[in-house]
């Protein structure tokens, strides 16, 4: 996974080079200029996304947690460095729920029971990003002739509709990490995996038997995701190009779907550009605009990754320093 993220990376990297030479950069740097400082409400606006994960998260952690060690506030920053560590470490988005469990255990909540509200906080993201992209792409039929372009996107969604269906009839039928732990015995002589894959299906069955709270986390989600159409929207009225929210809709969801289909590419490097680009144009944006776009959304996930990213390393030395003493 280190080494593909490191290849996503690049491909990536190549894609922006790409994109920005075929841009005018200096009217894109003018378009972001013109936004000034009222940009900035891009990075207090994002902990509501946050907030609506954590909601959803916490509720899936219940169960687990009856003392109630780890609070919505502990999940809410929690929430926050698995962000953080997605959008900005080259781990393949997939570092952040690693790290996630990793951060659970700190408040005794045992790594089995998180591990499988991650796994299925992640499925669940997938089928929620499935029916938001579905969104988008009927939206973008209402545009008639310059959606005809665009066919190979609506073929290639329909077809990868089965995708989180059957990932879902896995986890709750197929004890998927049995399986997998049989296969790798014999490679790698993991014996000793057998009974925490054994715990690991079993809890992720008990968590897909909860549904009240798979709703709730889902519905939370999707919501998140509608609100982060609001950057689309408030960024293009600041640079001087006010768009309908259906086509800041439009635009998101493309983004996050082009982004979790390239999920080796960190950060989305260039595959958000790139999305921008290509689907502003058939929202009559311009190049520039697309990128401005993205830049401003690239300025806040820094901007909330960094000091989450800080926060943690600096809890991890104290507690290594802690355990160094003792």
């Given at each position: 996974m280190?080494?593909?993220?490191?290849?996503g990376?690049?491909?990536g990297?190549?894609?922006?080079?790409?994109?920005?030479?075929?841009?005018d950069?200096?009217?894109?740097?003018?378009s972001?200029?013109?936004?000034?400082?009222?940009?900035?409400?891009?990075i207090p606006?994002?902990?509501?996304?946050f907030l609506?994960?954590?909601i959803g998260w916490w509720?899936?952690?219940?169960p687990?947690?009856l003392g109630?060690?780890?609070?919505?506030?502990y999940v809410?920053?929690?929430t926050?460095?698995?962000?953080?560590?997605?959008?900005l470490?080259p781990?393949?988005?997939v570092?952040?729920?690693?790290a996630?469990?990793?951060l659970?255990?700190w408040r005794?909540l045992?790594?089995t029971?998180v591990s499988?509200?991650v796994?299925l906080?992640?499925v669940?993201?997938?089928?929620?990003s499935?029916?938001f992209t579905?969104?988008g792409?009927i939206?973008?039929?209402?545009l008639?002739s310059?959606?005809e372009q665009?066919r190979r996107?609506?073929?290639?969604?329909?077809?990868?509709?089965?995708?989180?269906?059957l990932?879902l009839?896995?986890?709750?039928?197929?004890?998927?990490f049995q399986?997998l732990?049989?296969?790798l015995?014999?490679?790698?002589?993991?014996h000793?995996?057998s009974?925490?894959?054994s715990?690991?299906?079993?809890?992720l069955?008990?968590c897909?038997?909860?549904?009240r709270?798979l709703?709730?986390?889902?519905?939370?989600q999707?919501?998140?995701?509608?609100?982060?159409?609001?950057?689309?929207?408030f960024a293009l009225?600041?640079?001087?190009h006010?768009i309908?929210?259906?086509k800041?809709?439009?635009?998101e969801?493309?983004?996050?779907?082009?982004?979790?289909l390239a999920?080796?590419?960190?950060?989305?490097?260039?595959?958000?550009?790139?999305?921008l680009v290509?689907?502003?144009h058939?929202?009559?944006?311009?190049?520039e605009?697309?990128l401005a776009?993205?830049?401003?959304?690239?300025?806040r996930e820094?901007?909330?990754?960094v000091?989450?990213l800080?926060?943690?390393q600096?809890?991890?030395?104290?507690?290594?320093?802690?355990e160094v003493?003792?």
């Amino acid at each position: 996974m280190k080494i593909a993220g490191y290849l996503g990376a690049l491909l990536g990297l190549i894609l922006l080079v790409v994109l920005a030479l075929r841009t005018d950069l200096p009217a894109m740097l003018a378009s972001l200029e013109a936004g000034g400082w009222q940009i900035l409400w891009l990075i207090p606006y994002r902990g509501l996304y946050f907030l609506l994960y954590a909601i959803g998260w916490w509720t899936m952690l219940q169960p687990y947690d009856l003392g109630q060690r780890a609070g919505l506030g502990y999940v809410f920053w929690v929430t926050s460095v698995r962000e953080g560590i997605d959008r900005l470490l080259p781990v393949a988005s997939v570092g952040g729920g690693v790290a996630g469990v990793r951060l659970m255990r700190w408040r005794g909540l045992a790594g089995t029971a998180v591990s499988a509200t991650v796994i299925l906080e992640i499925v669940l993201t997938l089928i929620v990003s499935y029916a938001f992209t579905a969104l988008g792409l009927i939206l973008l039929l209402t545009l008639g002739s310059g959606a005809e372009q665009f066919r190979r996107v609506f073929l290639a969604f329909g077809l990868s509709l089965p995708v989180p269906v059957l990932t879902l009839l896995l986890l709750r039928y197929g004890a998927i990490f049995q399986k997998l732990q049989r296969f790798l015995s014999p490679l790698v002589g993991a014996h000793a995996l057998s009974e925490g894959a054994s715990s690991l299906d079993r809890e992720l069955r008990e968590c897909l038997g909860r549904w009240r709270a798979l709703v709730t986390a889902g519905v939370l989600q999707f919501a998140a995701l509608l609100m982060g159409s609001f950057e689309v929207w408030f960024a293009l009225r600041l640079f001087g190009h006010p768009i309908d929210a259906d086509k800041a809709i439009i635009l998101e969801s493309m983004t996050q779907a082009m982004r979790h289909l390239a999920f080796v590419v960190p950060g989305g490097l260039g595959v958000q550009e790139a999305t921008l680009v290509l689907f502003g144009h058939a929202l009559g944006i311009d190049s520039e605009l697309a990128l401005a776009v993205s830049m401003a959304k690239r300025l806040r996930e820094v901007a909330c990754g960094v000091p989450a990213l800080l926060s943690w390393q600096w809890l991890e030395a104290r507690r290594l320093h802690a355990e160094v003493r003792g």
